[in-house]
């Protein structure tokens, strides 16, 4: 439904407000579509606050604004800003044992700035706890995960960010 004016536009799971009107929503975003129409802005439609990717790059990503250096464990209700290796090539057991735990329908791995498969050996706590596991880059993972998250699915997303080399 697409009507302009004093109405609000629903969007699954979002609402579009003619010219910044304001929801109790705590997440906002703004939408630009051209010059010939007002300006909207898209916020959450939910009581409950789920962490999302704001952004990411080669050494960070955001989550809910906040930008973060380290590997990172991130749920829709939980995030673990200290989970990790700082290198894939530091990724170890202990790292994915803690994985084989979570409640989840899906859980992405990140890699770093690369896609990388570990080994079946370390993989193997998560293969005997039944938990479907998807390998890409972290930047990857990071859109996957929003995607997922927004469908309502219960995703979990390890993501290795790498440290940026010092000059």
């Keep these: 439904m697409a009507v302009w004016g004093t109405k609000a536009i629903k969007v699954k799971g979002y609402n579009l407000n003619p010219a910044g009107a304001r929801t109790a929503a705590t997440q906002r975003a ?3 579509l051209s010059p010939h129409t007002a300006a909207l802005k898209l916020n959450v439609d939910s009581p409950s606050i789920l962490h999302a990717v704001t952004g990411y790059g080669d050494h960070h990503v955001s989550v809910d604004g906040r ?3 380290h590997s990172l ?14 290198s894939f090539a530091a990724l170890a057991h202990a790292h994915l044992e803690p994985l084989a735990a979570l409640r989840c329908d899906v859980l992405l791995l990140g890699t770093g700035s690369r896609q990388r498969f570990p080994s079946p050996a370390l993989l193997r706590p998560l293969i005997e706890a039944g938990r479907n596991i998807e390998v890409m880059d ?3 993972a990071c859109r996957t995960y929003n995607i997922l998250m927004t ?4 995703v979990a997303a390890a993501l290795i960010i790498e440290a940026s080399p010092t000059p």
């Design 30 to 32: 703004e939408v630009a």
């Design 67 to 69: 930008e973060l250096r």
């Design 73 to 86: 464990l991130l749920l829709p209700d939980h995030l673990d800003p200290d989970w990790g290796p700082d």
């Design 138 to 140: 972290t930047q990857a």
């Design 151 to 154: 469908e309502g699915r219960v």
